[in-house]
Every structure is written in C-alpha cells, then in structure tokens.
C-alpha cells in the first residue's frame, strides 16, 4: 500500500488500468480514500469491453473511456508518465494494470487473431477431445491479446530506455490468474481453480545490476509489497504480510524449500465446479485440502500437467502428511482457521448470489470472489 510506505518514503504513486479491488461497482467511481494511497489516477473497476473500456482521472466523477483498444492508450498514457519522471527526477511506482488477456477473447483486435490459426494450436494432453475444437478457438483470441500485451511491455521498455530511467527502475510483470482452456476439463475462461493453467502466473522482475536467471522457489502475491520495499530500502511495516524475498533475488542466499500459500475462499461463478479451499505449492509439489479434507496432491516435475493425483495413496502417505503439516502452519501464520464460505461472509457482511457472485454490483477481489459493502482499507 503506497500510503504506508512508498508515499512516505517521498514517493509519487501512479495507478492505470483495471483497479477490481474494492471498487464497489464495475462501472462506479472510487473514490480517493479506497484508493490504497495511489495519486496518479486513471482507472476503473472493471471492464471488459476492450475496444471502448471506461476509466475516471482524478478526483473527477465524469467518465472517460479510452481511445480504441485500451491496452494500447493506457500503455502511451504510463510512457508519458514515465516521461515526465524521467525529466524531474522523482522516485515513483507506478502500476500498469491491463484488463487483457481475459475473456472475452474474440474482442482480440484483428490484425493479432490473425497471428493464429485454430487448428495449428497446441493443447496439452490435459484437454479433453470433446473440448479442444472449443479451446483452440478461445485460444486464438487469448493469444492475440497476449501479443498485444507482449507489445505494449516492449513500448513500455523502450521508453524506460529512452528516458534513461532503466538504470535505477525496478521493473515487474506479473497477474492475478490464468485461464484453463480446456484442461482439466475446465471451460475456457475458468479461474480461480488450484491447477497450474490458472494459478501458476508468471512472475518476472527485472533489478538494475543483479544478472537474470531463473527462479524455482515459489511465491505468491502478498510476498510482493515487501521484496519490492527491501529492494528498494524502505522500511517493512509489521503489518505487512508475506516474505522478504530480496535477498533470493540478490543471489544472497540460495533457494530455499519453502511454500507458497494460496487459496479460494469463497468461490464466485465457478461455485458449482470447485468449493473453497487453501493449498500450498512447493518448488516440486502441489497440495490443496478443500472443506471436505484432501483434495489434490500432484509431483510438477513427473506430472507437469496434473494428471496424476496422488490424494490417497499409500505410497504418497508420508509426503501428503507433511505438506498436510506445512499447510496448517501457513494457515496459523494468517489466523485462518478454514471454514466454510458462509463463515467469512457473515463476518464480513459480503452479500453475494446463488452461484456466489454479486447480484448487485459485479466480482469483487480476485483473491476472495467477493464484493465488500464497505471499505476494506
């Protein structure tokens, strides 16, 4: 949260793009104290229309919507951006938040479906026969604004470079969720499920004057906000969850067996696929126990597509009771103590619809698939 560290480190803060945290409101105007301490501002909640998407400036209640594809405007509105930071000195965050690649995928621009052909895509074997006509077309459309995407990080790169902020700026790629297409014999669009297609997200970072190479320890979300802090010497406030993960990235240390938690505690539009659960991925293995007890067990490295789940299984006994063991610590460190969905939306107060999505203003935080009626901040 920029309010409590960046900013107060004399940091300017930028946001641009698809907010989707609080937002009470695809189309609603957020205000500036659910913000999260964020100045610069031109953002929505959400939309999906990527040919004439919204987004509110400032303080103002009006709302603008971008010229065309909005990749392409909100990436030429953070190059000038980084322009004027590059002129004045400044330090700053600044978050690019595109809404693609996200369905709906045949809202792909043209000249990038063109890049791809149905029946030349490849699907891993985790696809069903009966899906894969299906998926290869959705694919085609997800590749294209993964393309698009691809092109406006190459903008964004080359302005870095030409306004010589590269040397001194911290740069990183990464998203809230994948997409099945087809595996496991999910529909296309299915998120928020434990296989890798959907939470497996890249995670690229790129440090002036540490060398590139890859990484295999795991990492999820909340360990962000404080390697980016340690990274860049200001201080971790306590309150602040998650693993300072910049000595890994200096080549300090070496990796370590640790996991990384994640989890879907109230499931919204995928309620009738998949019930709520928490899991914990090392750098070899994945583990899920939903509210019925355990759910998956997988070995990435002999099973790379989740094939094979070894829930259950005598010979896999010992290693499903650690990772049961390493699950519950995670879940102590967080004071989560797993109940059902109802649970934590009556403590909340979250209201949400039969199929545990929000009848009244849209899907709230990626994370959680709910919608607060109040401020979260």
């Known amino acids: 949260m920029p309010r409590r560290n960046f900013k107060q480190a004399g940091y300017d803060t930028g946001y641009i793009g698809k907010w989707h945290l609080d937002g009470h409101g695809r189309a609603a105007y957020i205000p500036p104290e659910r913000r ?9 909640e959400c939309d999906h229309d990527y040919n004439r998407s919204h987004y509110y400036e400032g303080d103002s209640m009006q709302k603008h919507f971008w010229p065309g594809y909005d990749a392409f405007a909100e990436t030429a509105d953070a190059q000038e951006y980084l322009r004027t930071h590059g002129k004045n000195g400044k330090p700053f965050v600044l978050v690019l938040a595109f809404g693609i690649p996200h369905f709906p995928h045949i809202t792909a621009l043209k000249e990038y479906r063109d890049l791809y052909k149905a029946e030349n895509i490849k699907l891993p074997p985790n696809v069903p026969e009966a899906m894969l006509a299906h998926a290869r077309e959705e694919a085609v459309g997800y590749y294209a604004h993964c393309s698009a995407a691809d092109k406006c990080v190459g903008d964004l790169m080359a302005t870095l470079d030409e306004s010589g902020l ?4 911290i740069v990183v790629f990464t998203t809230d969720h994948g997409e099945m297409m087809g595996s496991q014999g999910r529909r296309p669009f299915v ?26 320890e795991p990492l999820n979300t909340p360990d962000i906000l404080p390697t980016l802090l340690s ?13 300072d993960l910049a000595p890994l990235i200096r080549g300090e240390r070496g990796e370590a067996d640790r996991v990384a938690l994640y989890m879907n505690v109230s499931p919204f539009d995928n309620a009738a696929e998949v019930s709520e659960y928490r899991g914990v991925r090392t750098a070899r293995y994945t583990y899920v126990r939903n509210i019925a007890g355990p759910w998956l067990l997988y070995d990435d490295k002999s099973d790379p597509y989740q094939m094979n789940n070894l829930v ?4 896999f ?15 102590k460190k967080i004071g989560d103590e797993f109940k059902p969905r109802s649970f934590y939306l009556e ?3 979250y209201k949400v619809g039969k199929n545990g999505s929000i009848p009244y203003v849209g899907t709230g935080p990626a994370s959680a698939g709910v919608q607060s009626p109040k401020p979260l901040n």
Do not use: H, M
Not at 36 to 44: L, P, R, V
Not at 231 to 243: F, N, R, W, Y
């Open 347 to 349: 403590k909340y107060g």
């Open 166 to 169: 590269a040397k001194n700026t």
């Open 36 to 44: 999260q301490g964020f100045e610069y501002w031109k953002a929505a």
């Open 231 to 243: 990274l860049t010497g200001v201080a971790i406030p306590k309150s602040v969850e998650g693993q």
């Open 317 to 331: 006994a010992e290693l499903q009771k650690e990772l049961d063991g390493r699950l519950d610590a995670e879940l």
């Open 191 to 216: 998120k928020q499920v434990p296989w890798d297609e959907a939470a497996r997200v890249p995670f690229f970072i790129r440090v002036p004057g540490v060398a590139g190479r890859t990484i295999n």
């Open 312 to 315: 259950g299984k005598t010979e």
